[in-house]
């Protein structure tokens, strides 16, 4: 139900009484509004539903994740503790 | 794209699928919730790729499936106004009332517009004060706050000529009913990853407390998918039941709280009905009485809706229950397809049913569609 | 393009000039609509058939052992003139590939125009002459034409018809019923750029972006690959519908199966980005300079490198191949090794925010 795309934060600006700022997701631009997020900076990823921003993107979790996937091993019992419930 | 490539790669993902097809040793019926997982889902054909026990259940997370019929007869009535400009996502569109759809209204001549933000539409108000916009508030938590702050906003800059269709629905108490249900069986849940980035997952907590069911929170691409539902295998085949994230790059436990906050200001919970479900208690949003004047239903009492009709045919309701799948639906493929749909799951880009037509789940085999 | 179109440097501008915008009396067939041919349409296109001006064009054609290929096509793009271009180059361009699709060399072009009552001639002009440069670019010659004005409200600005005629030589057989088992299927270049540079100017969705449509001129690309073989079984220029379509429309009339591999698909980092914003899928968005070729799979690397050897062709991929299983259904391999049906689109792409 929910489209939400990652993109880069490159300018942030006020319209309207509103905190708006203009989104990179690749080689295509738009405005959107960030209200949600109100501690973002420039640079920082977004993920953006509907010309919302709804959550900054925690590219350290991400990275963590990802290598963490890219390691497993291959045998069952041996896997990492993927299904830690509440975080730490 | 940054972010977004990375969760779709092949291998990866493939490596999940094995690790899932050694960890699974029975029959599981795991449910995802939201329609755009769906989506992904059948897309990558990644449901094909998973071990025979795993058996997906398609949940009632699609909001253009569940508006009720009343709602887009109501939308398809507004929008023929000749002084209304009737804005609305693209997804609904194409979504069959009793008689017609929003496109063929557009046909006929009324100002139908296509907005990509809420903000859009409040744009079209201002810059056209000789008319009213009436925009179709459709979504689920993820949504409701961009749509709150449309609202807000047209209070805020005294834009009088706007008004929201609202048709908000959320989804733990669609996730209770479907517990409740006596024919469902859903033995784990993969939560929608933005709702929960709006709203967090500390509510599924009471829901994995009271029926002892896994809840992943899940993205939307491959990696995620597969990682979600291998967290949600090891939870079930271990005898486990508890809230886990399997979305954490965007989602934490407490959620958005300033996009709740927003939602708190403009919108109470209400009891509303799901299309082919039926009315769930204090499963929507309305617009709270500060905010009434922009409540479509409430500015436009005399629009009249006929007897809303659905088709005897439909079984959108099962299949959004997760009591059945598409392709055993008799009429699927056959008096519904997605250019003469009977229902909205049909219809909507990511209801189940146009899903599986579009990818070509007719049946087990892809082989067996007739039409050339 | 966009060039502006100044009225003031014409030499007798005299009758136009007191007219900013199309008026009726522009298509009625009285002087209005005389000066309007002569002074716009002739100075841009004009040959000796045209000039003429008769009621139709005589054709001096050889036709030899050559076959004759006929096609038209009508243009409503909106807005007129969009990145990378504008209608008049749709309305030569659309018409050329068509004709340039059986393998023949398109010749001559006839252009009707509807005119919406209110249409500035600042604009007509423009368009006019991106008209004419893509003919010329082309080498087709526009020989017969018509002129239309309706009524204010009834007409998007400006409507455009083309047909088209060119010769196929002899040996030439390319039809789209010709697929064959083990045949390969290659795209001449990225999908999805006319689609989204169109999505990109288009009210309430537009965005930032220099993605340009890719409207071009397929003939002289389809000419490199015949002269690499003669072994073309079908070319589809992937217009309205994408490649979905295109490859759609094939299998069914060869009863085949496609099969192929979305990853291989070009696309443009930009094109993918907007369509993920929007929702849509790429193999669903229009293109206006790209081509589907279905080739005997013996010789597909000499016209793939052919291609690559033009312009149009760089990016020229192999994606897939003719199978006999699911005869008239297009069936690719997803990124993750699964398989999805790529079935025709419903209607009209849609953004999304499900």
């Known amino acids: 139900m929910c489209l939400g795309i990652p993109?880069?934060?490159?300018?942030?600006?006020?319209?309207?009484?509103?905190?708006?700022?203009?989104?990179?997701?690749?080689?295509?631009?738009?405005?959107?509004?960030?209200?949600?997020?109100?501690?973002?900076?420039?640079?920082?990823?977004?993920?953006?539903?509907?010309?919302?921003?709804?959550?900054?993107?925690?590219?350290?979790?991400?990275?963590?994740?990802?290598?963490?996937?890219?390691?497993?091993?291959?045998?069952?019992?041996?896997?990492?503790?993927?299904?830690?419930?509440?975080?730490a | 794209m940054k972010y977004l490539d990375e969760y779709r790669d092949g291998e990866l993902t493939r490596k999940l699928l094995s690790e899932i097809n050694q960890?699974?040793?029975?029959?599981?019926?795991?449910?995802?919730?939201?329609?755009?997982?769906?989506?992904?889902?059948?897309?990558?054909?990644?449901?094909?790729?998973?071990?025979?026990?795993?058996?997906?259940?398609?949940?009632?997370?699609?909001?253009?499936?569940?508006?009720?019929?009343?709602?887009?007869?109501?939308?398809?009535?507004?929008?023929?106004?000749?002084?209304?400009?009737?804005?609305?996502?693209?997804?609904?569109?194409?979504?069959?009332?009793?008689?017609?759809?929003?496109?063929s209204v557009k046909a006929a001549g009324g100002d139908v517009r296509i907005v990509y933000s809420p903000l859009d539409a409040l744009k079209i108000a201002r810059q056209n004060p000789d008319k009213t916009v009436v925009f179709f508030g459709i979504g689920f938590e993820t949504t409701a706050p961009a749509n709150a702050m449309a609202v807000m906003q047209a209070k805020n800059q005294g834009i009088k000529n706007f008004a929201m269709l609202v048709s908000h629905?959320?989804?733990?108490?669609?996730?209770?009913?479907?517990?409740?249900?006596?024919?469902?069986?859903?033995?784990?849940?993969?939560?929608?990853?933005?709702?929960?980035?709006?709203?967090?997952?500390?509510?599924?907590?009471?829901?994995?407390?009271?029926?002892?069911?896994?809840?992943?929170?899940?993205?939307?691409?491959?990696?995620?998918?597969?990682?979600a539902i291998l967290m949600c295998v090891k939870q079930l085949e271990n005898g486990q039941a508890k809230v886990a994230n399997a979305y954490a790059r965007s989602v934490d436990e407490a959620g958005n709280l300033p996009a709740q906050d927003i939602i708190n200001q403009v919108f109470e919970t209400t009891d509303r009905a799901w299309r082919g479900i039926g009315t769930i208690p204090l499963s929507g949003y309305r617009l709270r009485a500060a905010y009434h004047q922009f409540d479509a239903e409430l500015r436009f009492p005399e629009i009249q809706t006929i007897n809303p009709q659905e088709s005897s045919l439909c079984?959108?309701?099962?299949?959004?229950?997760?009591?059945?799948?598409?392709?055993?639906?008799?009429?699927?493929?056959?008096?519904?397809?997605?250019?003469?749909?009977?229902?909205?799951?049909?219809?909507?880009?990511?209801?189940?049913?146009?899903?599986?037509?579009?990818?070509?789940?007719?049946?087990a085999n892809l082989d067996q569609k007739e039409d050339i | 393009m966009s060039e502006p179109f100044d009225i003031s440097t014409w030499t007798c501008p005299l009758p136009l000039q007191n007219y900013p915008t199309i008026v009726?009396?522009?298509g009625s067939g009285g002087r209005m609509m005389s000066d309007l041919i002569r002074h716009m349409f002739l100075p841009l296109l004009d040959n000796e058939v045209l000039h003429q001006l008769?009621?139709?064009?005589?054709?001096?054609?050889?036709?030899?052992?050559?076959?004759?290929?006929?096609?038209?096509?009508?243009?409503?793009?909106?807005?007129?003139?969009?990145?990378?271009?504008?209608?008049?180059?749709?309305?030569?361009?659309?018409?050329?590939?068509?004709?340039?699709?059986?393998?023949?060399?398109?010749?001559?072009?006839?252009?009707?125009?509807?005119?919406?009552?209110?249409?500035?001639?600042?604009k007509l002009g423009q368009i006019t002459t991106a008209f004419a440069a893509a003919a010329e670019k082309t080498g087709v010659q526009v020989v017969t034409g018509d002129t239309k004005v309706v009524n204010k409200g009834h007409g998007d600005g400006l409507f455009i018809n083309t047909t088209g005629i060119g010769l196929i030589p002899p040996g030439v057989q390319i039809a789209p019923g010709n697929a064959r088992e083990?045949?390969?299927?290659?795209?001449?270049?990225?999908?999805?750029?006319?689609?989204?540079?169109?999505?990109?100017?288009?009210?309430?969705?537009?965005?930032?972006?220099?993605?340009?449509?890719?409207?071009?001129?397929?003939?002289?690309?389809?000419?490199?690959?015949?002269?690499?073989?003669?072994?073309?079984?079908?070319?589809r220029d992937a217009t309205r519908g994408g490649l979905a379509a295109a490859l759609n429309e094939l299998a069914k009339s060869?009863?085949?199966?496609?099969?192929?591999?979305?990853?291989?698909?070009?696309?443009?980092?930009?094109?993918?980005?907007?369509?993920?914003?929007?929702?849509?899928?790429?193999?669903?968005?229009?293109?206006?300079?790209?081509?589907?070729?279905?080739?005997?799979?013996?010789?597909?690397?000499?016209?793939?490198?052919?291609?690559?050897?033009?312009?149009?062709g760089q990016e020229a991929t192999l994606i897939g191949r003719v199978v006999v299983e699911h005869p008239g259904m297009v069936v690719s391999k997803t990124g993750i090794g699964g398989s999805r049906v790529v079935d025709l689109p419903a209607g009209e792409l849609l953004p999304r925010i499900c």
């Open chain 1, 7 to 87: 993109g880069k934060v490159i300018e942030i600006y006020q319209a309207d009484d509103m905190k708006m700022g203009k989104v990179d997701f690749g080689g295509v631009v738009k405005e959107a509004c960030l209200e949600f997020i109100p501690d973002i900076q420039v640079g920082e990823y977004t993920i953006i539903h509907v010309g919302f921003a709804i959550s900054k993107l925690d590219e350290e979790e991400a990275q963590r994740t990802l290598e963490m996937l890219r390691e497993m091993e291959m045998l069952a019992d041996e896997l990492p503790e993927l299904d830690e419930g509440l975080p």
């Open chain 2, 23 to 103: 960890a699974v040793t029975r029959p599981w019926k795991i449910m995802e919730v939201c329609g755009g997982q769906t989506h992904s889902i059948i897309k990558s054909g990644l449901d094909q790729l998973l071990p025979p026990e795993i058996d997906l259940v398609h949940g009632p997370g699609c909001p253009v499936c569940v508006t009720p019929l009343e709602l887009i007869d109501k939308a398809i009535a507004l929008a023929s106004q000749p002084e209304i400009i009737f804005a609305s996502y693209g997804d609904m569109l194409r979504v069959p009332g009793s008689e017609k759809d929003l496109f």
């Open chain 2, 169 to 227: 629905v959320t989804v733990p108490p669609a996730i209770t009913a479907i517990m409740e249900s006596p024919q469902v069986q859903v033995n784990a849940f993969l939560a929608a990853g933005h709702v929960c980035t709006v709203m967090g997952y500390w509510e599924y907590q009471q829901l994995v407390d009271k029926y002892q069911v896994p809840v992943v929170v899940m993205g939307f691409e491959p990696v995620d998918i597969a990682r």
């Open chain 2, 315 to 363: 079984i959108s309701g099962l299949v959004l229950q997760g009591l059945k799948k598409p392709n055993e639906c008799p009429a699927f493929g056959k008096e519904c397809t997605p250019q003469s749909p009977l229902g909205a799951t049909m219809v909507s880009s990511e209801g189940a049913c146009a899903a599986y037509y579009q990818y070509g789940r007719y049946a």
């Open chain 3, 24 to 26: 009726m009396g522009h």
């Open chain 3, 54 to 122: 008769g009621d139709a064009a005589v054709l001096d054609i050889d036709l030899d052992l050559s076959r004759l290929a006929f096609s038209t096509d009508s243009f409503v793009v909106h807005p007129l003139i969009f990145p990378g271009g504008s209608i008049g180059d749709l309305a030569v361009y659309g018409t050329v590939n068509d004709v340039a699709m059986t393998g023949a060399r398109p010749l001559f072009l006839s252009a009707a125009f509807i005119l919406e009552e209110g249409l500035p001639m600042e």
């Open chain 3, 182 to 235: 083990g045949d390969a299927v290659i795209v001449s270049g990225t999908i999805g750029d006319h689609g989204m540079a169109i999505m990109s100017v288009r009210e309430g969705l537009e965005f930032e972006t220099r993605i340009l449509s890719d409207t071009a001129p397929l003939h002289e690309l389809v000419e490199t690959m015949l002269a690499a073989s003669l072994d073309i079984h079908c070319l």
């Open chain 3, 254 to 312: 060869s009863r085949v199966g496609i099969s192929f591999e979305e990853d291989r698909v070009p696309l443009q980092p930009a094109v993918k980005a907007a369509c993920e914003m929007l929702g849509m899928d790429p193999l669903y968005v229009a293109n206006e300079g790209k081509l589907v070729a279905i080739v005997n799979g013996e010789i597909a690397d000499e016209v793939l490198a052919a291609m690559h050897s033009h312009p149009l």
